[in-house]
């Protein structure tokens, strides 16, 4: 079943300085199943980060659609996506002081956004120990963030991000200050906790041995999806061949195939035998 709907999705900054427009997403086209697992791979400035803050109702799109359940977040007004934020999306971010408070123990931090829903005392503190139980730091509970680890400062972030039930996960780069072995383990129990409760999970990354964790890899290149595939079935980026057509017939190819064509050069498309073949005479 379909959980996010995004359609040609565009994103414009203007600077105030100098009234400048630079586009960060191109008419994205994308779907997510609920309860999927899926991996949002491009280097810096590809705009996988843009997206993924439209997706947290931090920022709103310049223009297209985006559904998430049955919630338009193209059409909400500023205290509309406050109230998404806070009742349907966690968010996991890359520097752990953006994930927790550094001043009270990770039981209290995983406890707050559960109190924001009026939950009673009892039952936010029964819920905070099973969620830091099942990341793996039911021992470090009285603990603050500076005396953790890395790893586990992030696994608690983790525990924080679904404390209140959200039905969507969002990470940004959540790997990104950890070293390999770490990593893994963030991914394992990533993997563990979206089994465990359904919940739709979307990562964004540059690290294509974290991407290839997930269930399926989408690589968006200058603020277009460029390829997708099953997770399982490709070794290297190179083996990213599945490409979307949008309703207006336009499609983005992958990059390692743009650059081995010429740019901005005619190509010819026929359809033969039932399939789309595209051609592009040396010259």
């Given at each position: 079943m379909t959980f996010i709907e995004i359609r040609d999705l565009i994103k414009i900054y203007q600077t105030?300085?100098?009234?400048?427009?630079?586009?960060?997403?191109?008419?994205?086209?994308?779907?997510?199943?609920e309860g999927e697992f899926i991996a949002i791979i491009g280097p810096s400035g590809s705009g996988k980060t843009t997206l993924l803050q439209i997706l947290a109702g931090m920022t709103e799109p310049s223009a297209g659609t985006i559904k998430v359940g049955d919630l338009y977040l193209d059409q909400m007004r500023e205290s509309e996506r406050r109230t998404y934020r806070r009742y349907h999306v966690g968010t996991l971010w890359q520097l752990p002081s953006r994930n927790l408070i550094w001043e009270i123990p990770i039981l209290d931090n995983v406890e707050i956004s559960m109190r924001l829903l009026g939950l009673p005392r009892e039952e936010r503190l029964k819920r905070a120990k099973e969620l830091l139980t099942d990341?793996?730091?039911?021992?470090?509970?009285?603990?603050?963030p500076k005396q953790l680890s890395g790893g586990q400062v992030q696994r608690a972030g983790l525990a924080c991000a679904i404390a209140h039930n959200p039905k969507?996960?969002?990470?940004?780069?959540?790997?990104?200050?950890?070293d390999t072995k770490t990593a893994n383990e963030l991914m394992k129990y990533f993997k563990e906790l979206n089994e465990m409760t359904g919940i739709t999970a979307i990562l964004v990354t540059h690290d294509f041995d974290i991407a290839?964790?997930?269930?399926?890899?989408?690589?968006?290149?200058?603020?277009r999806i460029s390829g997708y595939s099953d997770a399982k079935k490709i070794k290297t980026l190179k083996d990213m061949n599945s490409v979307y057509i949008d309703r207006f017939g336009g499609l983005q190819l992958p990059r390692h195939i743009t650059e081995q064509i010429k740019l901005q050069e005619e190509l010819e498309v026929t359809m033969e035998d039932g399939k789309i073949v595209l051609r592009q005479e040396n010259k």
């Open positions: 105030k300085e100098t009234l400048v427009r630079v586009p960060a997403l191109r008419g994205v086209e994308l779907d997510v199943d990341v793996g730091l039911a021992d470090r509970i009285h603990h603050l969507l996960l969002l990470a940004d780069e959540p790997t990104g200050e950890l290839k964790s997930t269930q399926r890899v989408i690589q968006i290149i200058d603020g």
